[in-house]
């Protein structure tokens, strides 16, 4: 067996180096130039996302003010995170109250491309509702853009209102933050 165990570790030698074989000096010299070029350009961008989530942490509003505030959808400015990495918006266009269920449009954006079922995105809109008796939402209707302020390209998902699913309020989040404001009929703390 020792003869075998011989063989296959020459065998497994030879099939690791054979991109050595195949491949003249001026091949693998180019190989590693590009290699550590494209190294080089990643630490760059790494080392300006750090510098960009700094400064927005330093100073949230100051990348807030770059949005469009899109007054004329009535959208209001709500909230910014600590970290300056989201921003939200509501408005009171469109807001429909039937009892003690309240639906509202929430827009929320970010500061850096999110992953979702629908790709990436930058900026979502959702048509949200609340039931201000049992303290929980859902949302029906979402739609994903893959710029900030509701721009590019859009993929949306739809919830029958029939079967989607209720999520409760946790409280001391954003969510608990918008349902206060949707259930307070569209005021804020400040103006009740």
């Known amino acids: 067996m020792g003869k075998y165990t011989a063989l296959l ?23 590693e130039a590009q290699h550590a070029q494209a190294l080089a350009e990643e630490k760059t961008k790494a080392e300006h ?10 100073d949230p509003m100051a990348w807030v003010r770059t949005l469009s505030p899109m007054t004329a959808g009535g959208w209001e400015f709500r909230a910014v995170a600590n970290d300056g990495s989201w921003a939200i918006y509501s408005t009171n266009h469109q807001m429909k109250r039937s009892g003690k269920l309240v639906s509202v449009w929430l827009r929320q954006e970010y ?13 979502v809109v959702q048509k949200v509702q609340y039931d201000c008796g049992k303290e929980r939402a859902r949302t ?3 739609v994903y853009y893959a710029e900030n302020n509701i721009q590019g390209s859009e993929q949306s998902e739809e919830a029958d209102a029939k079967s989607a699913p209720w ?22 703390a400040a103006q009740n």
């Open 140 to 142: 029906l209707l979402a």
């Open 49 to 58: 996302l750090a510098r960009e989530r700094e400064a927005r942490k330093a």
């Open 111 to 123: 500061a850096e491309p999110q992953s979702g079922s629908e790709g990436k995105f930058l900026s």
């Open 9 to 31: 570790a020459i065998a497994i030698g030879l099939f690791l180096s054979f991109d050595s074989f195949a491949q003249t000096p001026e091949q693998q010299q180019l190989w």
């Open 167 to 188: 999520t409760a309020i946790v409280p001391g989040t954003r969510d608990e933050f918008n349902f206060m404001w949707a259930c307070g009929g569209g005021k804020s």
